[in-house]
């Protein structure tokens, strides 16, 4: 049995920080905590403890990402477009991936993520084939390559395997996306079923959008996650355009198509649900459908700021994710939720910063099947990230009350040591396993850039 011993010298609770924490943990969860006691003024570590300066919050959870979007960042930014044009970009980068290029570009990025204290990852896979549809020799190399990556970066993932099978309403894959498509969604089924969990990584399942998965195939895809009892994700309303489309097809809104055929439900997560109508918002609270948002990535693409705000009075639990990863910074999506609604409302104080917390980490952890994961308590996985205190953005007042410094000063910068259960990945902001992260992503963005 493998036994470390922390000292945290501020720690976030979930409600308040507390300073002096000692953290037991064995086996990769933690056995025991214990708050330092004022009264007899031993707030040092004991003996023996691996020390952990700053403020230490739970390990972070990035409930959605497209790892090789990561080979976009400071090309896509440049000049004007639209989503659409922007989509021709990635499909370009998604015909160059290979099982190798994409384990590379993936262990990179995920290391990148460690480094900003994220020790869970939630990779929306849909990339399943080679150029033209033809499937590898191992039909889930692609997926695989993923699961590796996330071991050899030291993070956790739910590998989201996405069901991708036609270009549009009644319109069949094509082009760059026959890679995606698996033919129907019995196919997709099989292929899936092959995938095993492991230690670090748990299996999900994913639509991809109501236009790339026909509407008589919806519930093939419901069922299997329903079954399994797995996390089901869906890219929900990003784009008026879809909703247009999908109105004209099928009469009524994507939202409703879901709910329709089974699809929404406590284990189903929306993305983006960024274009709703006021019954969409009902619809989804209705059925506990959870909402992840990626603010960095929606005002990259000019998506627009989702109702966040009326879906979570609805019940509908809040998760965010860094998507297109323009920027790896868990911390930066939080404070955008807030401002970004400032900015809409004129109006400040609609989340708190434990609210905040809370989505980039135990409720992100639980939209990925990671319910044991995301707060610092007995019994729960021993994953956890700690913030510089004495960086030009932090330093100052030392947090006694809440969050309010790691949601709304600190960034992904600030992270000075990363652990997953119970183990280092991250120590004094270098990577204990990927040595030069910089040059494994400038090696692995180069090769598939083209």
């Not at 739970?58 to 004007?80: C, D, E, K, M, Y």
């Not at 639980?366 to 021993?382: I, N, Q, Y």
Request: with cysteine.
């Amino acid at each position: 049995m493998t036994r470390t011993t922390y000292w945290l010298e501020h720690a976030w609770l979930g409600t308040h920080v507390e300073p002096g924490v000692t953290v037991e943990t064995a086996d990769g969860r933690i056995t025991a905590l214990r708050i330092a006691d004022s009264d007899d003024g031993t707030g040092r570590p004991p003996p023996g403890a691996e020390i952990l300066r700053g403020l230490t919050l739970p390990g972070l959870a990035n409930a959605h990402s497209h790892a090789f979007h990561r080979a976009l960042r400071g090309t896509v930014q440049i000049g004007s477009g639209t989503f659409w044009t922007w989509r021709e970009a990635m499909y370009a980068v998604a015909g160059r991936l290979t099982p190798d290029t994409y384990h590379a570009l993936a262990r990179a990025t995920y290391a990148e993520m460690a480094l900003a204290g994220i020790t869970c990852v939630g990779e929306f896979h849909y990339v399943h084939h080679a150029p033209g549809g033809v499937p590898y020799a191992d039909p889930n190399a692609m997926g695989e390559a993923l699961v590796a990556a996330a071991a050899e970066a030291g993070v956790r993932i739910t590998l989201l395997d996405t069901a991708y099978l036609a270009a549009g309403f009644g319109r069949p894959a094509e082009g760059h996306q026959l890679r995606f498509s698996d033919g129907s969604a019995e196919s997709w089924a099989t292929r899936s079923a092959l995938l095993k969990e492991r230690d670090h990584a748990r299996i999900g399942a994913a639509v991809h959008s109501v236009r790339a998965v026909p509407a008589d195939q919806l519930a093939t895809v419901a069922r299997w996650a329903e079954e399994r009892r797995v996390p089901l994700h869906v890219h929900l309303s990003e784009q008026p355009a879809e909703n247009d489309a999908c109105r004209e097809a099928h009469g009524r809104t994507p939202a409703r198509l879901l709910a329709d055929h089974g699809v929404l439900g406590p284990r189903t997560t929306g993305v983006h649900n960024t274009h709703l109508t006021e019954e969409d918002i009902a619809l989804i609270g209705a059925t506990s459908t959870g909402t992840c948002m990626c603010p960095t990535t929606e005002r990259d693409l000019a998506d627009g700021t989702g109702p966040a705000v009326a879906l979570q009075r609805a019940g509908s639990p809040l998760s965010l994710g860094s998507d297109s990863h323009a920027v790896i910074d868990l911390l930066e999506e939080a404070r955008a939720m807030e401002l970004n609604e400032r900015l809409r409302t004129r109006t400040r104080g609609h989340w708190t910063a434990a609210a905040l917390l809370r989505a980039a980490t135990a409720d992100g952890h639980e939209a990925l099947g990671w319910h044991d994961a995301g707060a610092l308590e007995p019994g729960a996985l021993a994953d956890f990230t700690t913030l510089r205190l004495d960086s030009v953005r932090t330093a100052g007042p030392v947090p006694r009350l809440g969050a309010e410094t790691a949601v709304f000063a600190a960034s992904a910068a600030d992270v000075r040591h990363t652990v997953v259960g119970g183990r280092h990945v991250v120590r004094d902001g270098a990577h204990s396993l990927v040595p030069d992260v910089p040059r494994a992503l400038a090696t692995a963005v180069a090769a598939v850039r083209g």
